[in-house]
């Protein structure tokens, strides 16, 4: 438990956040060891401080401090002692007994401090001011005040370490197709000048040792940081991929130095990785040297009930499987770096993943043109790839997202920020999230295009997306992935209109139909998995929005599956049924023919049920649709026709149910009794059976 106190719950003047204090200087009053702090609350750490406490949510963001007490044994000699942060957002101090030890700004990648001349045997008082405002954040708050929430405060964990002055503390693997290792081990040394560590290295593969054990050195610099890495060919390994995503997990055991009884850090140092290439050739992408195409992914706010943007790793293991289960191939965490976990996830249960710089979103060109942002992004790039670039699902880096691009500013950021992150990390492919999809001036510069594009939500209908594709490679010349789509949905809100369940499933029914199995076509990521806090007015256009939350996601805050998270994945398509004749009011049993079509090429069981209007029934019927095939079934709907509406006519549903999780896009049970004049429309799209545009009605006030 930690206390935590926001500076309005303060007297005046007790977190002096002065801009530029030097580390050492006199700090502010609450961060001194005896400051009174039995009145602030206690948090749990990690934590997301709105999550916590609705009453430090606030849309301007907070300024606050955390404070706990940590009991330290006396150091062995030479030993240090270092503080590790892997997330403080967004602007943090840090202070041990009252000295400041450092500083950060951006959160989502740890910062680790060494606070060896701060601390002290017994008692210590470890204080932490965290600023989320607006006001401190300036442009790159941009983000956080027009596309999700503001979440503040210690996000992720807090480690203490202990170490001799020399000493490994972690390290990062790689490894190709060809079987070639890397590894890039990580140090302390507080010597004043560059020192060998020797250490045996060994691998273990699926089931068997693929490295036996072997002596290798590193040299830390002085100062520590990064040491000089380590190669080694392993004969023949199984590759990881999307379908066997085959893991091997390197150790490095450093050896006790000559003279010294304890040994260089931690006894033995441990990761996961895999062997895999990502090139480009031509306009695809290749993973192991077969095209990567088709692929259905989705974006994903690491959001959860009462957590915030805290995410433990059991539930990132959770989320990722569950996901991965549902059919899920590629997914970017948006628009922020992600946790460890979760891309251990990734690598576990096969699926790739782009990870991007967080608040370089939505920025207008003069922003992306002041090179101070160009430094925030190359250091932000290089923090991720240190922690990330052993991740074999992490195969492309995001620069930004919806950014200026159509500017000359903004294709200067992308050239200037994607060509430093190859000179660091020649390994993985490069791109920008462009909303300016046939104007975006960065294409050159990338190594493959990703395109936000809602058809059918503000962009035209969802038949304009195959040929804005084609426009977009034709300009760009690359591989293309749609990494964005979707339409709003209020979870149990019903009818064919805007805002509803079925028009989203309708959308995404519509973009399955229209883009599976293009050429030269890496995929798409739905918009987003999961719903997460918006600014308090955000609608998203959306005619019956439900603020905080931005509910173009297939799933509810609360995890509940939509319509379109059942016909994500649907295997069969309803293309045609039945317009049904009756008179008002009569009693009748009518035989409604319903024609399912396999789009799985897999063919599929399941059952037609008929939600009926109402004083009609109807029982399911099963149905076997063979591979590339389509059925015909029949259903007899009964009972006595109540006519509703002005025309008369009286509707329900049609649905095609694999199981509870899967269904295809339900198609309208029309029973017309009577005449009306038209009603208006609310929307055209392409009949998924004939390629003939389709009209979809509203009347009387639901939309059939």
Aim: hydrophobic share 40%; net charge positive.
């Amino acid at each position: 438990g930690w206390r935590f106190a926001t500076a309005a719950e303060l007297p005046a003047g007790a977190l002096d956040t002065t801009a530029g204090s030097a580390a050492g200087s006199a700090a502010p009053p609450a961060v001194a060891p005896g400051y009174d702090t039995h009145r602030w609350s206690l948090v749990a750490v990690p934590d997301s401080l709105g999550a916590v406490r609705a009453r430090w949510n606030d849309d301007a963001g907070s300024l606050g401090v955390y404070r706990r007490a940590v009991d330290l044994a006396r150091p062995a000699a030479g030993e240090r002692t270092a503080l590790v942060f892997d997330s403080c957002f967004w602007a943090c101090r840090y202070f041990m007994n009252g000295v400041e030890v450092g500083s950060s700004v951006g959160g989502y990648l740890p910062v680790r401090l060494d606070v060896t001349g701060a601390v002290r045997p017994g008692r210590n008082a470890l204080a932490v001011i965290v600023d989320n405002r607006v006001a401190t954040m300036g442009g790159y708050a941009r983000p956080v005040r027009r596309l999700y929430w503001n979440w503040g405060g210690l996000l992720q964990q807090v480690h203490l370490e202990r170490t001799p002055a020399v000493a490994l503390t972690g390290f990062s693997a790689e490894g190709t197709l060809a079987g070639r290792l890397t590894v890039r081990p990580a140090g302390v040394n507080a010597t004043g000048s560059a020192r060998r560590v020797t250490a045996v290295l060994s691998v273990d593969g699926p089931g068997a040792p693929a490295l036996p054990p072997r002596t290798v050195t590193t040299t830390v610099p002085a100062g520590g940081g990064t040491a000089s890495p380590i190669t080694v060919d392993l004969p023949r390994p199984r590759p990881w991929d999307l379908d066997h995503p085959t893991l091997y997990t390197v150790r490095l055991r450093p050896l006790e130095p000559a003279g010294r009884r304890e040994p260089a850090g931690p006894t033995e140092l441990t990761e996961r990785t895999g062997f895999r290439d990502v090139t480009v050739r031509g306009l695809d992408v290749y993973l192991n040297g077969r095209p990567v195409r088709d692929l259905q992914g989705f974006n994903r706010h690491a959001d959860y009930p009462g957590l915030g943007r805290t995410q433990p790793d059991g539930l990132a293991d959770r989320e990722i499987g569950r996901l991965r289960a549902r059919g899920f191939r590629v997914f970017r965490p948006a628009h922020y770096p992600t946790t460890p976990a979760e891309l251990d996830a990734a690598d576990r249960y096969g699926l790739l993943v782009i990870e991007e710089i967080n608040n370089i979103s939505s920025q207008p060109a003069a922003f992306l043109g002041r090179r101070d942002v160009h430094d925030y992004a190359k250091r932000t790039l290089a923090r991720m790839v240190a922690r990330d670039r052993g991740h074999p699902s992490l195969f492309a880096w995001s620069v930004g997202n919806e950014n200026a691009t159509d500017s000359a500013q903004g294709a200067d950021y992308v050239r200037d920020v994607a060509g430093y992150g190859r000179s660091i990390d020649p390994a993985r492919l490069y791109t920008q999230v462009t909303a300016h999809p046939t104007d975006d001036r960065a294409y050159p510069y990338e190594d493959f295009a990703a395109v936000n594009y809602y058809a059918g939500w503000y962009a035209g209908g969802v038949g304009a997306v195959g040929p804005l594709l084609d426009d977009v490679q034709r300009r760009a010349g690359k591989p293309i992935m749609i990494s964005e789509y979707g339409a709003e949905a209020v979870a149990g809100r019903t009818g064919r209109a805007r805002g509803g369940e079925w028009y989203q499933a309708f959308i995404v029914d519509g973009y399955n139909r229209l883009l599976d199995h293009r050429p030269h076509f890496i995929g798409k990521m739905y918009w987003t998995s999961t719903e997460f806090w918006c600014r308090p007015a955000w609608s998203g256009g959306n005619p019956h929005p439900v603020p905080p939350f931005h509910a173009k996601a297939l799933e509810t805050y609360f995890r509940a599956p939509k319509l379109g998270w059942r016909v994500m994945f649907s295997p069969v398509r309803i293309v045609s049924t039945t317009v049904l004749d009756a008179p008002p009011g009569a009693r009748v049993a009518l035989r409604e023919r319903v024609t399912v079509a396999d789009v799985s090429g897999r063919g599929a069981h399941g059952t037609v049920v008929v939600d009926p209007p109402a004083g009609l029934v109807a029982h399911p019927v099963p149905f076997t649709v063979r591979a590339g095939g389509v059925v015909t079934v029949t259903v007899v709907v009964a009972g006595e026709l109540r006519a509703a509406g002005p025309s008369g006519d009286v509707r329900g549903d049609v649905r095609a149910m694999i199981d509870a999780a899967t269904e295809a896009l339900p198609a309208p049970l029309t029973v017309r009794s009577g005449s009306a004049p038209p009603a208006p429309a609310i929307t055209t799209y392409p009949d998924f059976a004939t390629n003939q545009d389709v009209t979809v009605f509203e009347s009387a006030g639901s939309a059939a």
